[in-house]
């Protein structure tokens, strides 16, 4: 699955900004992006499985959630036909027949099958009908039913099946087609005034049985034969190519059948059914038909285009990374109006949210387009990663979502050679996940398979850890052994698999083969046994050079460094660490710290020479140095930045304010690390100063620290300011780099923050001109996110109903989007009031969005404890409406505590968890869990660091 991103990237950053100015706004995120990742996905946080409510001891096979190993599916054959008007009860429904031809492996008088939310009918009183496969006779049913606890479908048989034999079982069914999102489900949006209605699927992780009754694991491959009914005029899709469309009459309506060839041998979690009177752009690429999808108004506005024009490249990208021929005959991508996650890599159809896949060239942004180009590159990887060969159970998801999340980043680079989008992954992933990982509560990457179990442990797997860690460890493990051999070994694994099933050590496997076959390569230990270090234990540590002896040590690092680890590890926290390392400038061979503390003469430095390691941030770890090193490097970066690269740069601002909040090193030493940005003109320096500042703005911005730190800022930003007015001929013009076009809004964001002069007036005059003619919007898409927040949050009613008509107005979901953020930007809390209230009604909020929305409100300081209590009051119908399904819901509970610092929020925090205990908090238990400990340390912070930051800020500002 892409990463569920909340907000695009900018908008997020814009809010962070904003708090500063406004002394009320904050922000909550510690996001990078949008990503499906994205990644703006408020942090989202780790798991643990949730504690069961009641103490339930199985008795039956059928109390298990794991399937028993005796019966194993060959193929299914599988007729849906979802009705898109209402039925007399104003309900929609699909029916469906479905056939599986299964093996018997173990002699077995049962048959358990996945089913949930299904009416069957019954045959003989039964509901279902078994018979034998060529010799094999099958016994006569006992007794059929359903076990609603672990959605299973039994079949009681009044003999044993044969072990060897194959048999036929076969259902018919009704289902609801709801607004749910999951499993088949409906959509729907309006289109010249008129309702239209598109069936749509979305079966990870657990919700194909939703659909029809099915063996649904991932490692219970097998074939789909599948045929959809519908209306004539609308087109169906699947998995595989349409092979036949024909016309018939069925109970009276006349309707068309689509026919698609039998699938691969695939995964239930990859299915995808789709009936929508969507239109296409297409193109083939050696024969590959390659589609988009989307609603009409979409494709005549072209917005399909740029995402038509990206796919066969990144296609052609990953048959050459992984040596491998796209496995199928047709890839088709579609842009749904209802979606909950990011994006959806189903086999030959993925599925994404509007915003993930549409791009118009017009009215679309930069960051947009970044966005479409890492989700399709980030989708298609899993086309051979994750869906030709596919990880046995859920517990190994780290690996399918990191392993992509790191690849997406090659396949966008190839499609967009100029954005450097490949440094990027610094700020989207690693940096974000390392706040994550810090924490004494994190876990392992890895879990052992009888740790997940039921559905809500497997939604668990989906989160930052998985997909962001498992990036940052999958590129370092590609850098230390080389790309080349990383991309063999790949190739090998993939080959080996193909259309079947592997746990992680295969892939370790297969990559130390490829080392074993490269001599010239020097690897000091198994990459099993490296890997485990990174991936059996949690955290990373903090690798400390003394360059006055060349003595390097290691540590696992706390952001809290009091916090306890009650989390055994069988490494005792210690890491085999990769070290890429430059002196002076000039770059020194790879070193490997393999114990706790080791001497590497070489490391040594004095007089000028001045020592970085981890150049690139290749491996994932923060560094440390002595004092004489430290000022060395602000030496350096005060006087010829440039020496370094721009990746280093962020890195030390970044590291710096890390190490000091976890008291390693002085707090003003980090914010000396700031002092060069006067001269800083690049993208991601700034980024990482805005994000690591955020903290210091959520902690101060009701003291009297906060006007310190208005006017340090108003000093470092000045110059960007000039610079990019400069550079836009007085905002004329659109920045040629893509990371300046970036870069150019944090300039806007800060110095409309703290006052620069010129700025407000200017942002308020473009909005108040459109204002004055809705017809006509001249802002320039890169900036409008930047523009609608800061004219929302500095205006009133008159600036918020404006946006909302904008916002409902709205063909273009980027657009909604940016609009729907910026009006969480307002400082009057009536306005902040109705908006929440808004949120629980979907016909102004999408429910999709909803959690998404409540969390925007919650980063504005005025709409924080707006948020707080609305979603106490509360909890019991927002958890009922999305704490089961939505991706987004954890961060209900992180974003709104960010800023929690006071004795008094802490207790408010550990009442809502006692409070609840009987609503209980689903996939957001950890979160929860999370927020208290932030809580605890952010009150110590603030109390032992309020005095000496207040003093830095004072001088510094003069
Ligand atoms: C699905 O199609 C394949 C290939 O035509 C066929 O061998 C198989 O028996 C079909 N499965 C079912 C359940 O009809
Ligand atoms: C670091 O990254 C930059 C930009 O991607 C690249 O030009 C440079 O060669 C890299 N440096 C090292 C030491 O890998
Ligand atoms: C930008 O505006 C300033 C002051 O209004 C003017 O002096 C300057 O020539 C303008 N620059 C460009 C490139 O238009
Ligand atoms: C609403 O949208 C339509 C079509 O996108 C546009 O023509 C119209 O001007 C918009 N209305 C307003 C008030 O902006
Ligand atoms: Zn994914």
Redesign the pocket.
């Given at each position: 699955m892409g990463k569920v991103y909340y907000i695009s990237k900018n908008v997020g950053l814009g809010l962070l900004l904003l708090a500063a100015i406004a002394l009320t706004t904050i922000l909550a995120l510690s996001i990078a992006y949008h990503k499906e990742k994205m990644k703006n996905q408020g942090a989202s946080e780790s798991s643990v499985p949730a504690a069961p409510t009641t103490a339930f001891t199985p008795k039956d096979p059928w109390d298990h959630y794991r399937l028993p190993d005796a019966l194993v599916p060959v193929?299914?054959?599988l007729n849906l036909w979802p009705r898109l008007q209402p039925n007399e009860d104003g309900m929609y429904i699909f029916t469906g027949q479905s056939?599986?031809?299964f093996r018997c492996v173990k002699e077995t008088d049962l048959i358990i099958i996945h089913a949930s939310k299904l009416n069957f009918t019954t045959t003989d009183g039964h509901q279902a009908k078994l018979s034998g496969v060529g010799d094999a006779r099958a016994p006569v049913i006992q007794k059929t039913f359903l076990v609603k606890r672990t959605e299973y479908l039994v079949i009681q048989l009044r003999r044993k099946l044969t072990a060897g034999a194959t048999y036929l079982l076969e259902t018919g069914f009704v289902g609801e087609l709801a607004d749910d999102l999951e499993g088949f489900y409906r959509s729907e949006y309006t289109q010249d005034g008129v309702k239209k209605v598109v069936a749509t699927s979305q079966m990870q992780a657990t919700y194909a049985r939703q659909a029809f009754p099915c063996f649904d694991e991932p490692a219970m491959k097998a074939?789909f034969?599948v045929t959809i009914v519908h209306d004539p005029s609308y087109v169906a899709l699947s998995n595989g190519k349409e092979t036949d469309i024909s016309e018939v009459v069925i109970e009276g309506v006349r309707v068309k059948v689509t026919t698609f060839e039998?699938t691969e041998r695939m995964s239930t979690y990859l299915l995808a059914f789709i009936v929508s009177d969507f239109d296409h752009v297409q193109s083939s690429q050696n024969n590959l038909l390659i589609r988009i999808w989307a609603k009409r108004t979409a494709i005549a506005d072209s917005q399909g285009d740029y995402a038509l024009s990206v796919t066969g490249p990144i296609l052609q990208f990953f048959e050459r990374y992984y040596n491998t021929t796209y496995p199928l005959s047709k890839s088709d991508q579609i842009a749904l109006p209802d979606f909950s996650n990011g994006a959806m890599e189903n086999w030959g159809l993925v599925t994404y949210r509007e915003t993930a896949l549409l791009f118009d060239p017009v009215l679309s942004s930069t960051g947009n387009k970044e966005r479409v180009t890492t989700v399709i590159s980030h989708e298609l990887a899993h086309m051979w990663f994750g869906n030709l060969v596919t990880l046995k159970w859920w517990n190994d998801l780290w690996l399918n979502e990191g392993f992509a999340s790191y690849v997406e980043y090659l396949g966008a680079d190839y499609a967009e050679p100029t954005w450097n989008i490949k440094d990027q992954i610094i700020l989207y992933d690693v940096h974000r996940v390392f706040a994550v990982d810090a924490l004494a509560s994190s876990h392992p990457l890895s879990r052992r398979e009888d740790e997940v179990n039921d559905p809500a442990q497997i939604s668990e797997m989906f989160n930052t850890i998985s997909y962001s860690k498992g990036a940052a460890v999958i590129r370092m493990l590609s850098e230390f052994l080389t790309e080349p051999v990383f991309a063999r070994g790949l190739s090998s694994y993939l080959n080996t698999f193909a259309f079947g099933n592997t746990v992680y050590t295969d892939l370790w496997d297969h990559l130390q083969q490829a080392v074993d076959n490269t001599p010239s390569l020097h690897i000091p230990r198994s990459i099993g046994e490296i890997m485990n270090r990174w991936t059996l234990q949690m955290g990373f540590p903090v690798v400390t050079i003394d360059t006055r002896t060349g003595s390097v040590t290691q540590k696992h690092f706390l952001l809290d460094p009091e916090s306890v680890v009650d989390r055994p590890s069988q490494f005792n926290y210690t890491w085999f660490v990769p070290i890429k390392w430059m002196k002076t400038g000039v770059e020194q061979q790879q070193y490997w710290l393999l114990q706790n503390t080791d001497t590497h003469r070489p490391m040594s430095a004095s007089g000028s020479d001045w020592v970085l390691a981890n150049t690139n941030v290749s491996g994932y770890f923060r560094v440390n140095y002595d004092l004489d090193n430290w000022d060395r490097l602000l030496t350096l970066l005060n006087t010829h930045h440039q020496a370094l690269s721009v990746i280093n740069r962020a890195q030390i601002i970044d590291d710096a304010f890390n190490l000091a909040r976890a008291k390693i090193i002085n707090t003003t030493l980090a914010l000396k690390t700031t002092k060069y940005l006067s001269k800083e003109r690049e993208y991601m320096p700034w980024e990482s100063f805005q994000r690591n500042l955020g903290y210091f703005i959520l902690m101060f911005d009701r003291t009297e620290v906060y006007g310190a730190l208005q006017a340090y800022l108003k000093k470092q930003v000045q110059p960007l300011f000039e610079h990019f007015r400069t550079l836009t001929a007085n905002w004329t013009r659109v920045p040629e780099g893509h990371t300046d076009k970036y870069n150019q809004i944090n300039a806007i964001w800060i110095a409309c923050s703290v006052g620069v002069e010129g700025c407000r007036e200017l942002i308020s005059s473009w909005f108040r001109q459109w204002m004055d003619n809705p017809g006509r919007n001249l802002i320039h898409p890169n900036l409008k996110g930047t523009v609608y927040c800061v004219a929302v949050a500095f205006g009133g009613a008159e600036e918020w109903d404006f946006a909302w008509r904008m916002f409902k107005n709205s063909t273009l979901a980027s657009e909604a989007l940016r609009l729907r953020a910026a009006m969480a930007c307002t400082k009057v809390p009536w306005l902040l009031n109705r908006y929440l209230e808004y949120t629980l009604d979907p016909t102004k909020i999408r429910k999709q969005d909803a959690t998404s929305t409540i969390n925007l409100i919650a980063q504005n300081v005025v709409g924080m404890p707006l948020a707080w209590n609305f979603v106490r009051a509360k909890w019991s119908d927002i958890y009922e409406l999305y704490g089961k399904s939505s991706f987004s819901f954890p961060n209900l509970v992180s974003g709104i505590a960010t800023r929690f610092s006071t004795e008094f929020e802490l207790q408010e925090l550990k009442k809502f968890k006692e409070e609840n205990q009987d609503v209980g908090f689903g996939s957001a238990t950890m979160a929860l869990e999370q927020a208290i400990e932030k809580t605890k340390a952010n009150i110590k912070w603030v109390s032992e660091n309020k005095a000496e930051v207040l003093r830095w800020f004072t001088e510094e500002s003069t």
């Open positions: 193929s299914y054959r056939s599986v031809i074939v034969n039998p």
